[in-house]
């Protein structure tokens, strides 16, 4: 727990270390005060009030000390936890906009959520009243252990032997519930997960009749993290009543052990009354530790998957971005790359020039979305070099590479916003006249007239007061408004009907005069446009590339591909009873 909030505090570690260090002399010093007892005890046994006395002047600044510490480390703790509550939010952003965008996949989204709320709530507490029963106890606890070797060195050493019993318990307490807590967190985040989606799908799930039954994957969700919460409810007090019987056992073990020494005339039986309630001190922190095994596994794991995300290595960037040599030009060479152990493109080459279009072309799986997200550095290539601007991807910073690429990606995302603010993102300081003119261009202008609102209408989360084709025109009217010299659309034009279509297709010629355009569509008419087409085999290679009309001279798989898709243009929907005619 204490190497994750160093992770967590990073630059401001020290406030953690000035908090440890506090609390520990907090410890010694309670520990001190303890064993201080034993001689003072003894002399009051014996009637000496002189030392009983003298004792009581030493344990009288001693506890002060105690007092002083407690307060200052207290204090330490809970300016430590408040600063780590308010930095962690800003850490976990800074570091989120460095890593891959390919990282950001639903499951991580749904514990980055989790982490957002509850492990913020976990860092806090952990820090405000978890930590100082952890260093202080410990510290106070050895402390006692060690200065029972100054009373009797046999006490002693069957105090030691007692705390590393209490250890290899405590050790194996952790470990019985540690497995079962990371399964509960999982649950935790498919819940999660389950219910956004629940809550999202309700126009698919109503028009399938499925509105008025148990949505059964969220059902499942909820079933699996019952269970598993009975599991580790059940670990957690198997654990806490093993600390609870071992701790018992060892002050029952060091008393047996003292009587035995007093009886055989080893130690003064003074002595034994004073280790006795030592023995108490020395076993009460390791139970109250005890106690708090299952807050302490909790907050443990917890802030330890903030630390994996805050140790999950950024994308890398240079020190210093390359000057691009060639404006709007795109290269592909040799790539090579694979989700995970699966290889998705090999050694897939091509040149896009400024100012041309670009069709890709080929079956579902081909790594068609694939290349542009390569183009963008969603990932970074296995093999191979992508050039943007006739410099290597890596060579350039984030922002380098961005402002020279437009997206329109098929999951398009809008913000819980204005209609106007969702397009202006594309370009912050575009004037008022530019963002209608790129909204007109992509046919949202008649979004707007058609909302109650018009331009200040809110369009909700992920824009779902729109259509999936009214969100496709924002997503393509943002595009137009950066007017960047490359753009990327991965099936911009499926979507939308065929008068909007024909009105951002227009648009997209009209932007290739002066940008490079890289187009994904099955549409036939956005293909003929292309001025060059690259086909991609079903394992991801490069077949051929070339315009239209010298791919049907080759034949192959572009051939077959616009054979197919000509005749399935031709289909027409008959009358049942036109049909027997």
């Keep these: 727990m204490i190497r994750g909030y160093l992770t967590i505090l990073d630059a401001e570690r020290r406030r953690l270390i000035v908090f440890i260090i506090w609390a520990a002399i907090f410890g010694v010093a309670q520990g001190i005060a303890m064993l201080l007892l ?11 009030l002189n030392a009983a006395g003298k004792w009581l002047l030493i344990l009288l600044p001693i506890t002060l000390i105690a007092c002083g510490t407690y307060y200052v480390q207290a204090m330490k703790a809970m300016h430590m936890a408040v600063y780590t509550m308010r930095a962690l939010h800003h850490r976990l952003g800074d570091h989120l906009v460095t890593l891959p965008l390919g990282w950001f996949t639903r499951e991580r989204v749904g514990q980055v959520s989790q982490i957002a709320v509850k492990g913020t709530m976990f860092v806090g507490s952990a820090g405000a009243h978890l930590m100082t029963p952890v260093v202080t106890n410990f510290v106070g606890s050895v402390t006692v252990a060690l200065g029972m070797f100054i009373f009797d060195w046999r006490l002693g050493c069957a105090t030691v032997v007692g705390g590393l019993i209490l250890y290899a318990v405590g050790i194996g307490a952790s470990r019985l519930i540690a497995e079962s807590e990371d399964r509960n967190h999982g649950a935790a985040v498919e819940v999660n997960n389950r219910v956004l989606e629940f809550a999202r799908c309700q126009p698919t799930l109503r028009a399938f009749g499925q509105s008025g039954t148990e949505y059964q994957p969220l059902t499942r969700s909820l079933r699996d993290q019952h269970r598993i919460g009975r599991t580790v409810l059940s670990r957690s007090v198997v654990g806490i009543m093993g600390n609870g019987l071992a701790v018992q056992a060892v002050f029952t073990g060091i008393l047996i052990f003292g009587a035995w020494l007093a009886v055989s005339d080893r130690i003064e039986p003074a002595l034994l009354i004073a280790v006795i309630a030592l023995a108490a001190r020395f076993t009460d922190p390791i139970a109250e ?16 998957r903030i630390t994996d995300i805050l140790n999950t290595a950024s994308m890398p960037e240079p020190a210093e971005s390359k000057g691009l040599a060639r404006q709007g030009d795109l290269e592909l060479a040799e790539v090579t790359f694979g989700y995970d152990d699966r290889e998705v493109l090999s ?24 290349v542009t997200r390569l183009i963008a550095r969603f990932y970074d290539v296995d093999g191979g070099t992508v050039r943007v601007g006739g410099v290597d991807v890596r060579d350039q910073d984030t922002a380098t590479l961005m402002s020279q690429l437009s997206l329109v990606f098929q999951d398009v995302y809008l913000f819980n916003d204005t209609l106007w603010e969702n397009i202006r993102i594309g370009r912050l300081d575009a004037t008022d006249e530019e963002i209608r003119a790129a909204a007109a261009t992509a046919g949202v202008d008649s979004v707007v007239r058609r909302l109650p609102d018009g331009w200040d209408s809110q369009v909700g989360e992920a824009g779902a007061a729109l259509s999936g084709g009214e969100r496709q025109r924002v997503s393509i009217a943002r595009a137009l408004l950066k007017n960047a010299p490359i753009v990327l659309l991965d099936e911009a034009t499926s979507a939308l009907d065929p008068e909007n279509e024909a009105h951002v297709a227009a648009s997209i010629r009209q932007l290739a005069e002066c940008s490079t355009v890289v187009v994904i569509a099955h549409k036939l008419s956005t293909v003929v446009a292309a001025d060059q087409i690259v086909v991609l085999t079903g394992e991801g290679r490069v077949e051929d590339v070339g315009t239209h009309d010298e791919l049907l001279a080759r034949g192959g798989q572009y051939a077959d591909f616009w054979d197919r898709r000509r005749a399935s243009a031709g289909w027409t929907i008959q009358s049942a009873a036109a049909a027997t005619r």
């Design 38 to 48: 034993v001689p003072f005890a003894q002399a009051l046994f014996d009637g000496d």
């Design 289 to 304: 530790l005890a106690t708090l095994g299952s807050a302490l596994r909790g907050a443990t794991n917890e802030i330890g």
């Design 347 to 370: 050694r897939v080459s091509f040149t896009a020039r400024s100012g041309t279009m670009t069709a890709l072309v080929g079956p579902s799986g081909s790594g068609k979305t694939t």
